[in-house]
């Protein structure tokens, strides 16, 4: 029993901060259904690792010496040493994703690219906000709505906050349902979210399907060198799905690889949210200016696409620009249900769908280019 009461005595009350965090994750995976793959495993991470003397982190046992913690273990071996999770995470995403409706509505890339605006209009927030440029080039990533990518850039940029970054980019991305409205609302009337789009697909050849991830990848490699983990690997899952020689592989990738993945890197990230590194006020400026990121994200893909209607005949429902963040499906089937609740007849979801792979391609070449971009200014 003395154990036990020394136990709770050893617990600080930042602790019980990060326990009350855990709980919180753990609450919104369960009983709301956000990103239940990562949430849930980062929630209980986050209890483990904040437990006193917790044996899941590295420690020296008197008479014993050194005990590896297995969590620990996996956080230095496979983000801080190689960033393996997050890039192998790709190959499971590029397998999911058919840029059928991209390739067949090549306009759609626009969006993409338009709606990272909030990424570079957060980095310079948080400059003014006091964070150094690598941390603040970390923060920004939010935006994007791809937490793989944001692990991966805040990592490599060596950021002291990857554990709230990773929460901040999860939990934006679980709450996509919630904040898009709310942005796009801010900025569209109800006549704009009444304009239909009639889909009318053209026909996308298998050769210009299998074409297409080796010619991203190789743009992508002349374009931003750094980015080419990101896009390769994500191309590299894409080749698998569209080959057509691969099947078992491409399920593979989708399925056991891509959920393992996830919830290996949902409780090794955990890793970063101990108490002393967690609760601060940095923490709070990162959720705030996260979700900055990813409100204008969302704006920007708006404003992008009723800048287009300026000039030309056809008209884009505004919303389908927001639709040009990284967080698939999920942005586009929010904007098809925006869209029914404006008019009961226009479907906008191929549209959406089409924008929503182009944000996918956009945020890891967004993220590429700021490994390439931070590196330099900060010679």
């Known amino acids: 029993m003395s154990f036990l009461l020394d136990g709770f005595r050893a617990v600080t009350w930042q602790q019980g901060v990060m326990y009350l ?3 919180a994750l753990i609450y919104l995976a369960i009983q709301k259904d956000y990103e239940p793959a990562l949430l849930l495993p980062m929630g209980f991470g986050a209890i483990l690792v904040n437990l ?5 982190l590295n ?22 040493a190689s960033e393996a999770l997050p890039l192998l995470l790709f190959i499971g995403i590029g397998a999911m994703i058919d840029f059928g409706p991209l390739l067949s509505n090549p306009k759609m890339l626009l969006f993409g690219a338009a709606a990272q605006f909030g990424i570079f209009f957060t980095m310079v927030a948080a400059v003014l906000l006091g964070f150094d440029l690598a941390d603040a080039a970390s923060i920004g990533i939010i935006g994007a709505a791809d937490g793989p990518t944001s692990i991966l850039v805040s990592q490599v940029l060596h950021s002291s906050y990857v554990g709230p970054i990773a929460v901040a980019a999860y939990s934006y991305m679980a709450l996509v349902p919630i904040i898009q409205p709310f942005a796009i609302k801010l900025v569209t009337t109800k006549k704009e979210r009444r304009i239909r789009m009639p889909y009318n697909p053209k026909n996308v050849s298998r050769t210009l399907r299998i074409c297409f991830p080796i010619l991203v990848t190789i743009i992508a490699g002349f374009i931003a060198p750094m980015s080419v983990s990101l896009v390769g690997f994500l191309m590299f899952g894409n080749l698998l799905r569209e080959c057509g020689c691969l099947d078992r592989l491409s399920e593979t990738a989708q399925n056991t690889l891509a959920n393992l993945i996830t919830l290996l890197l949902g409780i090794t990230i955990s890793f970063s949210m101990r108490a002393e590194q967690f609760v601060n006020p940095d923490t709070l400026k990162i959720m705030l200016l996260g979700l900055v990121a990813f409100v204008f994200d969302s704006i920007a893909g708006v404003m992008f696409a009723k800048l287009l209607n300026l000039f030309s005949r056809k008209k884009v429902n505004p919303m389908v620009g927001a639709a040009g963040i990284s967080a698939f499906p999920m942005s586009a089937r929010v904007i098809q249900k925006m869209g029914l609740e404006a008019d009961p007849q226009n479907h906008l979801l191929m549209h959406a769908v089409g924008a929503n792979v182009a944000g996918q391609i956009a945020s890891v070449l967004a993220g590429g ?5 931070v590196p330099q200014l900060l010679k």
């Open 369 to 373: 280019m700021i490994l390439n971009l």
């Open 52 to 56: 006193p003397s917790s044996g899941v």
């Open 59 to 80: 420690q020296m046992v008197e008479g014993i010496g050194e005990s590896q913690g297995i969590i620990q273990w996996l956080f230095e071996t496979t983000i801080e």
């Open 21 to 23: 965090v855990g709980f």
